[in-house]
C-alpha cells in the first residue's frame, strides 16, 4: 500500500531510474579497453615465506607495489618499488657462523632490508576475463644487513646492486576495474650472477585499471 502510493506520487521512480543509469554506466565499461592504450595500471604483489627448517628459522617477505600506463594495447609501462625483509634466527642446530678479524664467530640472529626502484614492464595476452602475462623489472636495490653475534658486537654493512626480476603471471579481472592476480617471480643480482636465480618465488596481487578518460 504504502509503496504503491510513493509511486503515484513520483518520488521513488527518478531515484531506482538513477541507480539503474550508475549501475549500467559501471559495467558499461568494456571488458578490452582494461588494457587500450591510454589506460593506467595501478597496484602490486608480494609473497611470504616462513623458512623452519632444522637450522635457522625466520621470515621473508617481499612486496612490489607499481604504476604504469599503457602504451599500446595490452602492453604497459612504468615504474615498480620492489621492497624485501629477511630475518633469519639461530636456533643451535644450523651452521650459522662468519669469520672476523681471522676468528670463527657464532651468528646469533640475521636481518636483511632491502629497497629499490625498478622499470615496471608487463605485456598481457589475449582480452578476457583470464588474462595471462609477461612480467620483467630491471633496476636497482640497494641492501642493509645487520648481523647479530653471541660472543661480539653486532655488524652492519650495505651494498647496492643492480637486479632484474620477472617471470609469467596470470590476471583474473573479478570486474571491470579490478583485477587478482598470481606471479611467479625470479631475481637475479649482479652481485651474485648464476642461475638457478638468486630468489625465486610465488607472488599474489591486487591491481586497478583505470580506463582512459
Not at 653486532?154 to 651494498?159: A, G
Amino acid at each position: 500500500m504504502f509503496t504503491q502510493q510513493v509511486f503515484r506520487k513520483g518520488r521513488a521512480l527518478p531515484v531506482i531510474q538513477s541507480f539503474l543509469f550508475a549501475l549500467l554506466g559501471l559495467t558499461a565499461f568494456p571488458l578490452a579497453a582494461q588494457t587500450a592504450k591510454g589506460s593506467w595500471l595501478i597496484g602490486g604483489n608480494a609473497y611470504a615465506r616462513y623458512e623452519a627448517d632444522a637450522g635457522p628459522k625466520g621470515w621473508n617477505t617481499n612486496m612490489n607495489p607499481t604504476v604504469g600506463c599503457f602504451l599500446g594495447k595490452n602492453f604497459a609501462l612504468g615504474l615498480g618499488v620492489p621492497l624485501a625483509f629477511s630475518s633469519r634466527k639461530n636456533t643451535g642446530n644450523g651452521g650459522m657462523v662468519a669469520f672476523i678479524d681471522g676468528q670463527q664467530a657464532e651468528i646469533s640472529r640475521t636481518a636483511q632490508l632491502e629497497t629499490g626502484l625498478a622499470l615496471f614492464i608487463r605485456g598481457y595476452i589475449g582480452g578476457g576475463r583470464f588474462r595471462p602475462f609477461l612480467q620483467a623489472q630491471p633496476g636497482f636495490s640497494r641492501q642493509v644487513y645487520k648481523t647479530e653475534f653471541r660472543t661480539i658486537l653486532e655488524r652492519r654493512f650495505s651494498q647496492t646492486s643492480a637486479a632484474i626480476s620477472g617471470g609469467p603471471g596470470l590476471a583474473y579481472f573479478i570486474s571491470d576495474y579490478v583485477a587478482l592476480e598470481a606471479l611467479v617471480s625470479a631475481v637475479y643480482n649482479d652481485d651474485a650472477p648464476r642461475f638457478p636465480p638468486t630468489s625465486i618465488g610465488l607472488y599474489f596481487g591486487l591491481q586497478f585499471h583505470l580506463p582512459k578518460k
